[in-house]
């Protein structure tokens, strides 16, 4: 896979090297970048240009990348990048970074991404996720197509440890996707049993968040999912 990241600070530099350790090919575009930040990630291609100039798009050869990383300190950048990125060269996926909490309404289709990454929000949903058993808890957006990935930690108790997951009728439009047991990550089958304690990760809509909670949770109050 061949991924554009747009911002060498330490974000950047940090997804790109965790990019190439899996073996995709990085290439990285900074206008302020030097001859330090290159050395730190030999292995990335880098351009020395504004990623907000078609001109310095064209020379990155975005119409061959498969990923778009807007990862820089600034949301406007961010923002230009992904629409240029989607409606100039047609990229499949965008990533934008988003600095300003107060922006996030902005990151969306309308501006070329696929999927906007809060690091507040992020860290909110950690935090509550930590404290809040039985809350469900928004990890982030899929803007596109308008649906999410919560987690929900099984209270204990529950009706519904040691359940097959074949045996569970999930809300519509819902899909487990991976179970955190004790800090092991585990590939859901039809024939795996759910504990108590189990955090359980999922793909769904707003429309069936309190459906879901109430159905793993019903003791616990349904309060908003955002984080």
Do not use: Y
Request: some cysteine.
């Amino acid at each position: 896979m061949r991924v554009v990241i747009v911002g060498a600070g330490s974000v950047g530099r940090s997804i790109a090297q965790e990019l190439l350790l899996s073996g995709h090919q990085v290439l990285l575009i900074d206008k302020d970048a030097d001859d330090v930040q290159a050395s730190r990630v030999p292995e990335a291609s880098w351009l020395l240009a504004d990623a907000c100039e078609l001109a310095s798009l064209e020379e990155a050869r975005l119409e061959e990348c498969d990923v778009v990383v807007a990862a820089t300190g600034d949301d406007k950048v961010n923002l230009v990048v992904s629409l240029l990125a989607k409606t100039e060269f047609g990229v499949p996926r965008t990533v934008a970074r988003v600095n300003n909490p107060k922006n996030e309404w902005m990151f969306d289709e309308s501006w070329g991404v696929d999927v906007a990454v809060s690091t507040p929000r992020l860290m909110t949903a950690l935090i509550e996720e930590a404290v809040s058993i039985g809350d469900l808890v928004r990890i982030f957006e899929f803007q596109q197509g308008r649906a999410a990935m919560v987690e929900l930690t099984l209270p204990d108790r529950s009706e519904f440890a040691g359940r097959r997951i074949g045996d569970v009728r999930w809300p519509e439009d819902t899909v487990l996707v991976a179970i955190i047991r004790g800090q092991r990550p585990i590939a859901p089958t039809p024939d795996d049993a759910i504990e108590s304690g189990d955090e359980l990760l999922f793909i769904t809509t707003a429309e069936q968040e309190a459906q879901l909670q109430r159905l793993l949770a019903p003791d616990v109050k349904p309060r908003s999912a955002e984080a």
